[in-house]
């Protein structure tokens, strides 16, 4: 079936510094991918995503590209802040199974200190 | 202000009880659904539902049930069949499909003893 694989957390950083949160994907077809963000007590809201292969998501400074290559949709910031602290969700859309609903990863909590 | 309402925030409850968790939007989206959040597991899928009167189990349908008798409403009963109840459990919507934005809401935890 299909699944998505993340990095484990805690990621640590020091404000400033450069992020990259893994994730990489087993889906059947051509999946839309998503990066979606929860703050500490709030549900989750879309970051960006992309739709097909080599498409770039952007949002609020990061940035995510879609590999088929190598079925991966890494997360990147050039440099982090404290408010960035929240935990990260990487997840598809495989439309092609006739499931019209995401499929999320474990999440990967990221810890921004000052 | 449009949006998803999950009531309560907190709900306890003893083992062998069923328990329903509110969820309204008012954001005249067709689609719904349930999630379920653990630690270190992420959110699984427990049923969703595109049309009123129409829902779908997803990976972990065991132990639960919803009704979609209004298009604003997708209400969750957690039954006594459900092994291990106790999580923190979101409900989400989506205009049509997953590729337009999921509004989620702040999420119920529940307790069960």
């Known amino acids: 079936g299909d699944s998505v694989t993340q990095m484990e957390g805690p990621v640590t950083l020091s404000e400033e510094a450069f992020l990259t949160i893994n994730c990489t994907y087993t889906?059947?077809?051509?999946?839309?991918l998503f990066w979606y963000v929860q703050y500490p007590g709030e549900g989750l809201q879309l970051l960006l995503k992309?739709?097909?292969?080599?498409d770039k998501g952007s949002n609020k400074g990061f940035e995510a590209t879609y590999r088929k290559e190598t079925t991966s949709f890494h997360l990147e910031k050039g440099s982090v802040q404290v408010s960035d602290s929240a935990v990260y969700f990487c997840?598809?859309?495989?439309?092609?199974?006739?499931?019209?609903?995401?499929?999320f990863g474990s999440g990967t909590r990221l810890q921004v200190q000052p | 202000d449009g949006g998803i309402t999950q009531s309560p925030k907190y709900l306890f409850r003893k083992e062998g009880q069923n328990v329903t968790l509110s969820c309204e939007q008012n954001?005249?989206?067709?689609?719904m659904y349930w999630y379920r959040q653990d630690p270190g597991q992420g959110l699984r899928l427990i049923y969703y539902?595109?049309?009123?009167?129409?829902?779908q189990k997803g990976d972990i349908a065991e132990g639960y049930s919803v009704s979609r008798e209004k298009k604003e409403s997708f209400p969750l009963t957690v039954t006594s069949a459900q092994k291990n109840p106790t999580a923190f459990y979101l409900c989400?919507?989506?205009?049509?499909?997953?590729?337009?934005?999921?509004?989620f809401g702040n999420g119920t935890r529940l307790t069960v003893t």
């Open positions: 889906a059947t077809g051509y999946p839309s």
């Open positions: 989400a919507s989506s205009i049509w499909d997953p590729d337009s934005p999921l509004h």
């Open positions: 992309a739709t097909k292969a080599d």
């Open positions: 539902s595109q049309i009123v009167n129409d829902f």
């Open positions: 997840a598809l859309w495989a439309r092609d199974t006739g499931r019209r609903a995401l499929t």
């Open positions: 954001l005249n989206h067709d689609a």
